[in-house]
C-alpha cells in the first residue's frame, strides 16, 4: 500500500509563486511515475505534469510555468509553480502509477491540496 501527502497549497495573487510538495510512504520500491493532477470546480480533473527517472511531461497549460522534481532520499515529489494565474485555481493531487496524461493511468492518489489564485 503506498500514501500520498501533499502540502504547499494556499492563497496566492496573479504572478505569485507556490511550491507544492508530496510525500510518498509505503511500498514505494518499483515506482515508475508520479505526477501532478488538477480538478477545479465543474471540471474534469487534468494532467499538470509528470516524471519518471529519465524525463518529465507538462501540459501545455503550465509548460514554462511550472516545473516539476523529485528528491529520491525523501521520497518527495515537488511542484514548483510560477507566474500563477487565476485559471490555476484548482485542487491540486500528486499521483503514482504508469504515466501519461490519463488520471485512469494512475494507480495511487493523495487527498489534494487547495491552491487559489486570486488578487
Known amino acids: 500500500q503506498v500514501q500520498l501527502v501533499e502540502s504547499g497549497g494556499g492563497l496566492v495573487q496573479p504572478g505569485g509563486s507556490l511550491r507544492l510538495s508530496c510525500a510518498a510512504s509505503g511500498s514505494i520500491l518499483g515506482i515508475n511515475y508520479m505526477g501532478w493532477f488538477r480538478q477545479a470546480p465543474g471540471k474534469e480533473r487534468e494532467f499538470v505534469a509528470a516524471?519518471?527517472?529519465?524525463?518529465?511531461y507538462y501540459a501545455d497549460s503550465v509548460k514554462g510555468r511550472f516545473t516539476i522534481s523529485r528528491d529520491n532520499a525523501k521520497n518527495t515529489v515537488y511542484l514548483q509553480m510560477n507566474s500563477l494565474k487565476p485559471e490555476d485555481t484548482a485542487v491540486y493531487y500528486c499521483a503514482i502509477g504508469r504515466g501519461g496524461s490519463d488520471p485512469r493511468n494512475y494507480d495511487y492518489w493523495g487527498l489534494g491540496t487547495q491552491v487559489t489564485v486570486s488578487s
Open positions: 516524471m519518471n527517472w529519465a524525463a518529465t
